[in-house]
């Protein structure tokens, strides 16, 4: 989450007018990051995650389980824990936080639901192998950590989504009727919000500036006794409150769908996100694309959230339904209406897939570029003439077509171009699958960073943490082997649609690299692999003769990219890579178990043998007896599963069945 | 008429040349030794020119040019390399292969010492998942570690290898030749497979002396000499007066970029002896 300045939020209309001097200025202020910092050599791996919590509150009575409005008062409770302040204290927001070495207390954050909370560790990974197993430790800690700071009915779960977010009457502890002037939603209060200032003028900028409220509509999983076709029998067409309140009699909700209309349905939903620090701006440049087509494929073998508003969908993650939450583009920018005020027709919403690479590396070729994307043209040039490549100044060109949705006051009176307020004013307003960060100031001892961000919240920490380590140990993999899994960008949003589609992980097929391993004379930045007798030998290897771009890649499933291809010149598999690098570096014995352990969930959770989350959750539903097989997840069952959601996330289910099908216990 | 050479076959650094590093090591060698082979040959600009470089008694398969090194700081690496001594090769002479294989590695890296060196002696083998004890080595077996531990220790004493380290030992061995050594070994490496059934015994015996149990993933026979002979076969042009191939060595090396995890350099050297047919 971006950094919460202090300050009076402009309304949109307030807003507009700076929304050209902010752009400017986040250039500048990158131009002056970018020059300090690009030269900066030589960092080492460090690594974090961020987990995101719902905190749901019981009521044992009624047997309900709702949402837990309490974020603020808990991480107050947090901050004001004598031990954890003796420690170096764990909320970065409230308290000044001084890590003393060897206590590492995890991080607490708001996000934007008041009923999430946020952790990381306290201080990141580093690179060693064993550092690994410091992770699912980490994460257990900080669980019981969050635990001790609730009142006894609430608990923190791992769960994507809450189920019934959105259902009529009440799913929040306290109840707050809906349809608030913030977000002007038929299905949520205001109160569902973090209420620091941010949080509803960006909600409310986004609707203002779209000029209707955001337009969710997700297609519902028809069962035995579904309404055929399906209604969305909580939509109101009859509310006359707000101009948006239209909406839906313009036909925003759609037949056999799910309707949603509010910011937080999708700002709602918990991820776990990895960032590394790279060792220089161009290993940052190389992982961001060699990461960014694994972002469809790790959405889809991290598929956690089939329900939505009280509803079994025919989807298994959140990923659109965030990007239609934050959809600020207007009619216009949508295509809907001719151009008139406003500049650029955009495929995208803020929050959605890459649409171009970055690096420099050979193995990159301009076809995989083949999206057309704005640019902001001015501002480009500003970036080139200061100094910056293309490829790098097309990426922030892009980034920076969105205007500021909020705005402070005094962010416009205190300019300095030393800081980085307007540059992440847009930067942490793009929310794309991956994310390229620079150190945030020049003089700053963090390097250069990416962000991988497409993946959902696991229900224990175990898979988390094998999530987490397994990204990091591919990451390492593709520096080791100089690996290439560019696949055209286009093919990127293609297969992020895919991943979307109900048990993806299983009966989908995804774009992916064939040959992932440098060309035989490929050297290493300069350097030669193969060396040979002087005078006879022609040192300058044969040109290597690229073919058709359509030849590189095919359409494989989840199994096969993760285990890989029969036949000898079938894909090797992403596992098979990270086992070979493992046998290539000194490992103790217990580290390799432990990294066994967590590299056979994802073999196993794409071979089918073990299933996703959102597979887990839909057959919990299902096969409930107070399930109508009518895709509604009544109070009963949402009770049941939160429950369990809990049990799983305390200690993985022991003493209960509720493991059997995720994973293998130990 | 033929005479007996020494030829030592080379990969070159193997980490970003594909497919082969995905096998065991005894096919990883043998595939990136082919693979080498072919590129080295598609370079030379005449037909009527080799390869293969003659120095001295030795021969080069491929020839030796000034290697490159490594890119970053020295350290900045954790350079380990592994030997393996093969069946059949007198004791007698591993002193001397042992310095011959360590210098090949430290010129090809441009190093002048590594951070680990692991022995492998032939013909033992630790089996993680076979829980019956381990098999008492015989006193010969033990005077021929010790002997060859020996050489070890000297480079150690010299500055060449900072840690040593042992494979496929169990307690039984550990404890037979630890009493007859002056400088500890600081490694035990051993094939653990799938599975992780270490012995508790050997857990606990290395702790308390301080020597790290580490994976691998090699196989006991690394280099076979049938398979290393049709290797050459199939190189009829370079190799075709090569005969009675007699491998005596195989070193692999790896540096490890150790901040970041990255493996910048892998490759194996392999010596052989062999009569070369002059007809």
């Known amino acids: 989450m971006g950094l919460l300045s202090l300050g009076t939020p402009l309304t949109w209309e307030e807003a507009k007018p700076h929304a050209d001097l902010v752009r400017e200025r986040g250039i500048e202020q990158l131009l002056n990051i970018w020059k300090k910092a690009k030269s900066k050599e030589r960092d080492i791996l460090l690594w974090g995650d961020e987990i995101e919590y719902l905190v749901v509150s019981y009521d044992e009575d009624s047997k309900d389980a709702r949402l837990s409005l309490r974020q603020a008062e808990i991480l107050k409770d947090l901050a004001h824990d004598e031990e954890l302040r003796k420690a170096g204290g764990c909320v970065p927001s409230l308290q000044e936080i001084s890590q003393k070495p060897g206590q590492r207390v995890p991080a607490f954050h708001a996000e934007y639901g008041r009923f999430m909370l946020e952790a990381t560790p306290g201080a990141p990974y580093g690179g060693m192998l064993r550092d690994l197993l410091t992770v699912e430790p980490d994460m257990k800690k900080r669980r019981v950590i969050a635990k001790q700071h609730m009142t006894k009915d609430e608990t923190p779960i791992t769960m994507t989504s809450f189920p019934r977010l959105g259902v009529p009457g009440a799913f929040t502890q306290p109840y707050y009727p809906p349809h608030g002037p913030i977000a002007r939603s038929i299905f949520v209060p205001d109160e569902i919000i973090n209420p620091h200032i941010r949080f509803p003028t960006l909600t409310a900028n986004i609707r203002s500036r779209r000029g209707s409220k955001v337009c969710i509509n997700l297609p519902i999983f028809y069962d035995e006794k579904t309404p055929n076709p399906f209604k969305d029998p909580t939509v109101k067409y009859d509310l006359s409150d707000y101009p948006e309140d239209g909406d839906v009699r313009n036909g925003a909700a759609k037949d056999g769908h799910v309707y949603m209309d509010a910011m937080g349905f999708g700002m709602g939903s918990c991820c776990l996100q990895i960032t590394f620090q790279a060792k220089n701006i161009s290993e940052a440049r190389t992982l961001y694309d060699q990461l960014c087509p694994l972002g469809p494929i790790m959405l889809a073998l991290s598929a956690a959230s089939p329900i939505f508003k009280g509803y079994l969908t025919d989807i298994d993650c959140r990923w659109n339904i965030i990007s239609g939450a934050v959809d600020d583009r207007t009619e216009e920018e949508r295509g809907l209406k001719p151009l008139n005020e406003n500049k650029y027709v955009i495929p995208k919403s803020r929050y959605d897939s890459v649409s171009t690479y970055i690096s420099q590396d050979p193995g990159f070729r301009p076809e995989y570029n083949d999206v057309d994307i704005h640019q902001n043209l001015p501002l480009k040039q500003k970036l080139l003439d200061g100094g910056m490549d293309e490829p790098l100044a097309k990426h922030f060109a892009h980034l920076f077509i969105r205007d500021p949705l909020v705005i402070f006051s005094e962010s416009i009176k205190n300019y300095l171009v030393e800081n980085n307020d307007n540059f992440e004013n847009i930067q942490s307003t793009n929310w794309q699958h991956m994310r390229f960060k620079p150190p945030p100031s020049a003089e700053d001892a963090i390097g250069w960073r990416v962000e991988f961000r497409s993946m959902e919240v696991q229900l224990t920490d175990f898979e988390n943490a094998a999530f987490s380590i397994f990204i990091v140990l591919l990451t ?74 359509e030849d590189e890649y095919c359409l494989m499933t989840i199994n096969e990219i993760m285990n890989g291809q029969s036949g000898q010149d079938g894909f090797p598999g992403l596992i098979t890579l990270i086992e070979s690098y493992l046998n290539s570096v000194n490992v103790d014995v217990e580290t390799r178990c432990e990294l066994a352990r967590y590299l056979d969930l994802i073999k196993k959770r794409s071979n089918g043998t073990w299933e996703t989350a959102a597979t887990w959750i839909r057959n919990f539903v299902r096969s409930h007896p107070d399930y109508e097989k009518d895709s509604r997840v009544n109070v009963a069952v949402n009770y049941d599963l939160i429950k369990a959601a809990e049990t799983l996330g305390n200690g993985e289910g022991k003493g209960t069945n509720l493991w059997k099908g995720l994973f293998e216990k130990r | 008429m033929s005479s007996p050479s020494s030829v030592v076959f080379r990969t070159g650094n193997i980490i970003i040349t594909g497919r082969t590093s995905l096998e065991k090591s005894n096919q990883e060698l043998l595939n990136s030794l082919r693979q080498n082979f072919e590129d080295a040959a598609s370079r030379v600009t005449s037909e009527h020119l080799s390869w293969i470089e003659a120095r001295g008694d030795t021969l080069y398969a491929p020839g030796i040019e000034e290697p490159d090194g490594l890119s970053e700081e020295r350290t900045e690496y954790d350079i380990t390399v592994k030997l393996f001594y093969l069946p059949g090769v007198p004791v007698s002479k591993r002193k001397n292969h042992t310095r011959e294989a360590l210098q090949h590695v430290l010129r090809e890296l441009r190093v002048s010492s590594i951070d680990l060196l692991i022995i492998s002696f032939p013909n033992i083998s630790f089996d993680a998942e076979d829980h019956s004890p381990d098999t008492e080595p015989t006193q010969e077996e033990v005077d021929e570690w010790a002997e060859t531990y020996q050489t070890l220790e000297t480079l150690q004493l010299e500055g060449q290898i900072k840690r040593i380290g042992l494979s496929e030992f169990g307690v039984a061995r550990l404890v037979k030749l630890l009493p007859r050594t002056s400088v500890k070994p600081s490694v035990d490496q051993i094939n653990v497979r799938d599975c992780c059934v270490v012995p508790k015994p050997l857990i606990q015996f290395a702790r308390e002396q301080k020597i790290e149990l580490l ?20 190189n009829h042009l370079a190799f075709g007066g090569f005969k009675n191939v007699d491998p005596q060595w195989v070193v692999k090396y790896t540096a490890v970029i150790q901040d970041r995890g990255v493996v910048e350099n892998k490759g194996y050297f392999a010596m052989a002896k062999v009569d070369i047919d002059r007809t």
């Open chain 1, 476 to 549: 390492r993999t593709i520096l080791s082997y100089g690996l290439n899994f560019y696949v055209p960008i286009s093919k990127v949003t293609e297969n992020m649609e895919t991943a979307h589609r109900r048990d993806a992980v299983l009966s989908e097929k995804f774009y992916f690299r064939k040959h992932v391993f440098p060309p035989r004379h490929a050297n290493r930045s300069g350097k030669g692999s193969n060396t040979s007798p002087g005078g006879s030998i022609s040192n300058t290897p044969k040109p290597v003769e690229l073919g058709p771009v």
């Open chain 2, 215 to 234: 994976t691998h993933n090699d196989c006991t026979n690394i280099l076979p000499s049938s398979a290393l002979q049709s290797l050459l076969q199939e």
